[in-house]
């Protein structure tokens, strides 16, 4: 891998093949959601490796002095090269900027496309705040990381997270299903790994729910995700037992709407859109 980073500091480009951050292949051996998951988690360390110098890599990603970083909210687009050419020796182009900062949380921006043709595979916008790793409370990010990028203090804020649509009337409407938290979902810091929240809904949607005709989608294993909003709310554990309520739109049957429950409180809510017609192709 290399990374470059931009004369105003702002921005990181790296290039590097797949299979260097994912083996997480789906049943016709593309890469999956989870596995652009990770090359974008990814994507932010090479980002905040590069801007060390107020020692935020140390202080947030490892919890060292005390804090760390969350994702509170992500929204991503997928696009049809990540399915059709996208493989595990692909050489992909990374460019992660910074593009708001706020007292105790920033947004960045990825694209990523195929290096050689330029294709575009996915962006993401993502919202971090740091946490007191204690009482998990939002803190104030490193006055000289502040400083750094003031400019980007008074300018609106890209991206957040539209309201999420209240659960149905209708009863039936909901399927649910509950989940154990186990030992592969655990993080370094003894907590649910973020991403595996997507994994539990896309379970209750493609592999549950449409297995059981809850839903418009067919199950045959394939999953062609268009675009996902998430938005993290709390916490979970080793062992927890989470419940995923999900339910169709009324109007758009692309669409997947999911609540991750932990003893009746809300710790995670997404919106999926699927490319059904995809789906229908290739069954």
Request: charged share 20%; proline share 4%.
């Amino acid at each position: 891998m290399r990374v470059i980073q931009s004369s105003d500091g702002k921005e990181t480009t790296s290039s590097f093949t797949v299979d260097e951050f994912t083996d997480k292949h789906d049943i016709e051996g593309g890469l999956t959601y989870l596995g652009l998951c990770n090359i974008l988690k990814h994507a932010g360390f090479d980002w905040w490796s590069v801007k060390d110098s107020f020692g935020v890599m140390d202080a947030f990603f490892y919890g060292h002095g005390g804090t760390t970083i969350f994702v509170r909210s992500q929204h991503m687009h997928v696009y049809p090269a990540f399915y059709s050419k996208v493989t595990n020796k692909s050489l992909l182009l990374c460019k992660v900027k910074i593009v708001f900062v706020g007292k105790t949380s920033l947004v960045l921006h990825t694209v990523l496309r195929l290096e050689q043709t330029g294709e575009l595979v996915a962006t993401s916008s993502v919202v971090l705040v740091c946490v007191d790793t204690t009482t998990r409370r939002p803190v104030a990010l490193p006055t000289g990381f502040i400083q750094k990028y003031s400019d980007l203090q008074n300018v609106p804020r890209p991206y957040k997270v539209s309201g999420f649509p209240r659960f149905p009337c209708s009863p039936e409407k909901l399927y649910r299903y509950s989940v154990s938290v186990a030992e592969n979902d655990i993080d370094r810091n003894n907590h649910t790994i973020q991403s595996h929240y997507l994994k539990f809904c896309m379970d209750a949607a493609v592999q549950r729910g449409a297995r059981e005709q809850a839903y418009s989608i067919p199950n045959k294993g394939v999953a062609v995700v268009k675009e996902i909003t998430m938005e993290y709310m709390g916490e979970s554990i080793l062992n927890d037992t989470l419940v995923v309520v999900s339910w169709e739109d009324d109007i758009n049957p692309n669409v997947i709407y999911n609540v991750i429950q932990k003893e009746g409180r809300d710790i995670f809510q997404c919106v999926i859109t699927f490319d059904i017609a995809v789906i229908r192709s290739k069954i």
